[in-house]
């Protein structure tokens, strides 16, 4: 339940502390003075967009805080602890909105968003406006009254959950099916080039290899020439070699070391060149034996290389990444293979969801058939009860499974009424007037708020447009209504004004420059004198206030 709203320098109002009661909570006041300040204020508390005006002249920020009692509200202490807040029995929310429209809001004195606020908002406080009878006369309305009253949240997300897998598979068929259109000449493109890259069948690494041979290959005289002049200088001159001149100067050096054993190292590394050199002469000499040129062979190199360049330019590829892009080709090649064959079957995985869907609508459409019938009882009873003898109230529930799938199911849902004896049900829209959708708004919800779990309930205006007998029963549905929950009211009427336990009076005053709103809870006296103004207007007699001690007395 609300324990405590705070507001400062909010609107008019400069600074207000209000304490609330359980039972039913009635504010009246002078016109003009702002009776609806609070649930205005308590409105941004639970989150409601705030416009720059808000703030009162004069000041930097407006600071708003409620306080709650969140002991029995398991729903709310669900909410807290599951987003890591102080889970203790009281939870309160607070908004501070700066003259430039900036806006901090805080649960339990921790920085949140925006939409924290709403969401915890909508467990702790339902708010009914003087507007909402507009509401009721729009289908979305109509449906969401009759699912919250039918409670079976969980066929709903059923139907939600299966709605969702058939969009899901449409929408993939759609994606496949344009696709496919939009690449039939990129698929002949495609296996044209594929089926020119299997017939030429480079192997991965196979060009490197190539260019090696066809370099040696192209260049094997001046190969050959070079290495018969290295084999020749090294060993083989007649003249001079490289070999010859090695010994000879390990021959030398030999002698040297002799007569200085110092230079024995240089005999053995003298010894070691010569070796080597030996080995490297033999080496060379194999290998120009080997050296062979099969002009066939090369003839085949030279072209399997010139093709795999030009293939390469051709696909704009480096040659050496040739045979992977050939690889990729085959990888689309396969996916568009793949796509068909995930074409040919979405369709029974689409029908299969489709009938899953329209199971999950059944069962739901059943449902509401079922309770539409109690709820419009129940509405025509209650609406009875508040003057309107001849009503009759009745929600038409009309199923379309061939061509209404949506994700709330396969009905419309359609509120209708008879107000006069022998008139047939019409459209509620267009059959009552603005007074009577008040009244039936208000037989909606005092049935409605008995099956719904926020402990606090708040009816702002909504008795506009009625009057007399009609008040008092209102009052009474109201009070009967408190019995099971914290009720909050704004009004203007006298009938309704005095079922409350508690009343609280909305004044303004004003210094001539300045104007601020008060909120005070009146006691037993004040309020008979209220109830009395509420009747006879600033004109208060002993008959009003006679009337007046009636009213609360009753």
Request: net charge negative; aromatic share 6%; proline share 2%.
């Amino acid at each position: 339940m609300l324990l405590q709203l705070t507001i400062r320098h909010f609107a008019i109002v400069k600074s207000l502390d209000i304490d609330w009661r359980l039972g039913m909570t009635t504010i009246t006041g002078e016109t003009g003075a702002g009776k609806s300040i609070a649930i205005d204020a308590l409105g941004l508390c639970l989150g409601e967009r705030a416009t720059t005006n808000v703030v009162r002249p004069g000041y930097k920020q407006a600071e708003l805080t409620a306080s709650f009692d969140v002991e029995k509200n398991k729903l709310a202490k669900s909410w807290l602890k599951k987003h890591d807040f102080n889970t203790d029995d009281i939870c309160i929310l607070r908004r501070i909105i700066s003259a430039e429209g900036r806006s901090r809001s805080y649960i339990n004195g921790t920085p949140v968003p925006l939409t924290q606020l709403k969401e915890i908002g909508q467990l702790l406080i339902n708010i009914h406006g003087q507007h909402d009878h507009q509401l009721i006369t729009k289908s979305s309305t109509q449906r969401a009254m009759l699912d919250d009253y039918s409670n079976h949240q969980h066929l709903l997300d059923d139907v939600k959950f299966h709605y969702q897998q058939f969009q899901h598979l449409s929408h993939e068929l759609q994606q496949l099916q344009e696709a496919q259109s939009q690449r039939s000449a990129e698929q002949q493109l495609l296996a044209y080039q594929v089926k020119e890259l299997d017939e030429f069948n480079l192997a991965e690494d196979e060009f490197n290899q190539l260019e090696a041979d066809y370099k040696k290959f192209s260049n094997y005289q001046h190969i050959l020439d070079n290495s018969l002049r290295s084999v020749e200088l090294l060993s083989e001159n007649d003249e001079f070699t490289i070999t010859g001149a090695l010994r000879t100067v390990l021959d030398l050096t030999a002698e040297l070391a002799e007569v200085d054993t110092n230079l024995a190292p240089l005999v053995e590394q003298l010894n070691d060149a010569l070796i080597q050199t030996e080995d490297v002469s033999h080496e060379l000499r194999a290998y120009a034996e080997r050296l062979e040129l099969d002009p066939q062979q090369y003839q085949l190199i030279e072209d399997r290389y010139s093709t795999a360049i030009q293939l390469a330019k051709k696909h704009q590829v480096a040659p050496e990444d040739l045979a992977n892009f050939h690889l990729s080709l085959q990888q689309q090649i396969q996916n568009f293979h793949s796509d068909e064959s995930r074409l040919s079957g979405i369709h029974q995985e689409i029908e299969l969801a489709k009938t899953n869907y329209l199971d999950a609508a059944k069962v739901l459409s059943e449902s509401r058939h079922h309770f539409a019938t109690k709820l419009s009882t129940s509405i025509t009873k209650s609406m009875r009860e508040l003057n309107m003898e001849h009503g009759q109230f009745n929600i038409d529930v009309s199923t379309d499974y061939a061509s209404k799938m949506t994700t709330f199911g396969c009905d419309d849902i359609c509120f209708k009424v008879s107000l006069n004896p022998g008139q047939e049900l019409g459209v509620m829209s267009k059959v009552a007037s603005g007074g009577e959708l008040s009244r039936i708004s208000l037989a909606m919800q005092v049935i409605l708020s008995n099956k719904v779990t926020t402990p606090s309930l708040i009816f702002d205006e909504v008795d506009v447009g009625i009057s007399g007998p009609t008040a008092a029963k209102v009052g009474a549905k109201l009070k009967q209504l408190a019995k099971n929950t914290q009720v909050i009211c704004v009004t203007h009427l006298p009938q309704v004004a005095s079922k409350g336990d508690q009343q609280l009076f909305v004044s303004k005053i004003t210094d001539g420059e300045h104007t601020e709103t008060s909120v005070t809870e009146l006691s037993d006296k004040a309020r008979v004198k209220e109830i009395a103004r509420l009747l006879a207007g600033d004109k208060v007699t002993d008959s009003s206030l006679a009337n007046a001690q009636e009213l609360l007395a009753g």
